[in-house]
């Protein structure tokens, strides 16, 4: 059974400060990794994608890859009251029909 | 210039009765999914089709069927509705390039009452 992990929190980080939101799972065979947000009621939109270890940064996001450890992180810099959301990592196989396993979601409350 | 469209977006009906979800998506994408997210707001996937034909039918009751007539549209029928069937349904696309995200539609609030 292929899982994803995540603290469902709530996190709780000022304005302005670093959010850093965790996620592992248990298939090595795993290749795609994607961070989506979901406001309360939307539909999941898709945020950040990372396929290698290591970073990769998109504005006020990084995403973090270790595959040896099996452990993807996303940093959320000078966090804004806007990106309070749930965030839900999820994971696949690679091939491009296949869907993605999703974790339960950790949900971030960023106060003003 | 929606891109995954679902329709209905609330469903509100009696246990027992017969229903239907349609998605639509104008991405060129070959494939398409549904996935069923519960009250405890965990996504899980339901089914996957490819070109119209059905790859991925995860342990859903048969109550549950899904159709896709071509590419673009995945529609999911539900039979004798039950309780626990209440969720929000989502219905996704992508490409079958490798490492290609999903793109989500708007989800479908269904409620049995």
């Known amino acids: 059974q292929k899982e994803v992990e995540q603290n469902s929190g709530p996190l709780s980080v000022p304005e302005g400060a670093i959010a850093s939101l965790n996620c592992t799972y248990s298939?090595?065979?795993?290749?795609?990794f994607f961070w989506y947000r979901q406001y309360s009621g939307k539909s999941p939109e898709l945020i950040m994608s990372i396929y290698s270890n290591g970073d990769k940064e998109d504005g006020r996001f990084t995403a973090q890859l270790n595959k040896a450890s099996q452990y993807v992180s996303l940093l959320i810099r000078d966090s804004q009251p806007s990106d309070s959301a749930t965030y839900l990592c999820?994971?696949?196989?690679?091939?491009?029909?296949?869907?993605?396993?999703f974790g339960k979601g950790t949900r971030l409350s960023v106060i003003a | 210039d929606t891109a995954v469209s679902q329709t209905p977006k609330y469903l509100v009906t009696q246990m027992g009765n017969d229903k239907s979800i349609k998605c639509e998506q104008n991405l060129g994408h070959d494939t398409m999914y549904w996935y069923k997210q519960d009250s405890k707001k965990f996504l899980k996937i339901m089914f996957s089709?490819?070109?119209?034909?059905?790859?991925i039918n995860e342990t859903v009751p048969n109550r549950f069927s899904p159709k896709s007539p071509d590419k673009a549209h995945l529609n999911l029928h539900i039979n004798s509705l039950e309780l626990g069937d209440s969720a929000v349904y989502f219905c996704?696309?992508?490409?079958?390039?490798?490492?290609?995200?999903?793109?989500f539609g708007d989800g479908t609030r269904l409620s049995i009452l």
């Open positions: 089709y490819n070109n119209k034909e059905l790859i």
């Open positions: 999820a994971v696949s196989g690679g091939s491009g029909n296949t869907p993605l396993v």
């Open positions: 298939d090595r065979g795993s290749q795609s």
């Open positions: 996704a696309s992508s490409s079958q390039v490798t490492n290609q995200p999903q793109h």
